[in-house]
């Protein structure tokens, strides 16, 4: 039995009898964890967050290496050395873009996943959109042959994934609209990963804001410059975004957001949800701001003339 419950208490779990236990863990968790023993363990990528906590970048990747400890494999990001361990006899496999280990290649005009130059599955096969779900795709496999699962019995299911609430999910889709929840999007890297694998015929509604943490929103800039976009900036710290697009407006909360732009929404628009921000200035955690989108979304969308 293999237990992967999203949002469940990782001491609950124990309850479930399983073989083997999926965790995701942050570094606050791993600040106070010593006896974790994994058989792989991965850090993904290392992006600024948390400023307000640590005392730099090293000090967040540090907190986050702790992952490592006792760990049987690890799985790194080939392109960040941030996220290797600084266990040089550990055993590391690497995930990455191009056909090294476990990648990505482009076979007949399409792009596959690939383990050690072997095809797993093609990217247009997968429910997932962007390059940063088909990473977390290939992850999901190489964490499952590192545990001694064979993943080609999961396949099936990889193509069925439609992903997890708060993370790229389509709430709406009304006259041509789509409507997307991403508030677990609380840091500049989640947004920036949303952004880059975004495909739309009409505008782009990017709705920004919350408590930024200290963070550097200016990455942002670019590839915003490149997108048909109108940026809405809400919550505390709204106005760390106003200068990132010259279509920014500010607001103050999601609701306001949507009645202003219902009425200009078209064919082929999306309104996306994709803070950058934590979501305490105005909600409990980033669920509650994310169910609240969706609630007024799938309202709104009914509007679209």
Known sequence: MLAVISGFRALDLLELNADLYVLELSSFQLET???????????????????????????????????????????????????????????????????????????????????????????????????????????????????????????????????????????????GVKWVNDSKATNVASTLAALSGLSLAGKLYLLVGGVGKGADFSELAKPLSGLNVMLCCFGRDGDEFMALHPSAVRYDTLKQVLTDITPELQTGDMVMLSPACASFDQFANFMARGDDFTQLAQQFSKQVS
Request: proline share 1%; charged share 25%.
């Open 33 to 175: 964890t010593s006896s974790l023993k994994t058989k792989v363990s991965t850090f993904l990528n290392l992006s600024e967050d948390h400023m307000d906590r640590y005392q730099g970048m090293e000090d967040y990747a540090q907190a986050k290496r702790r992952i490592f400890f006792n760990a049987e494999h690890a799985l790194v990001n080939r392109d960040e050395s941030e996220t290797y361990p600084e266990d040089d006899e550990l055993p590391v496999a690497t995930f990455g873009f191009n056909d090294q280990d476990f990648g990505m290649r482009e076979i007949d005009g399409r792009v596959w996943l690939v383990d050690n130059g072997e095809a797993i599955i093609s990217t247009d096969q997968l429910r997932l959109v962007g390059k940063h779900n088909w990473s977390n795709a290939l992850v999901a496999c190489a964490l499952l042959k590192l545990s001694g699962i064979d993943y080609r019995q999961g396949l099936a299911c990889l193509t069925a994934y439609t992903g997890l609430s708060h993370r790229c999910q389509v709430v709406a889709d009304e006259k």
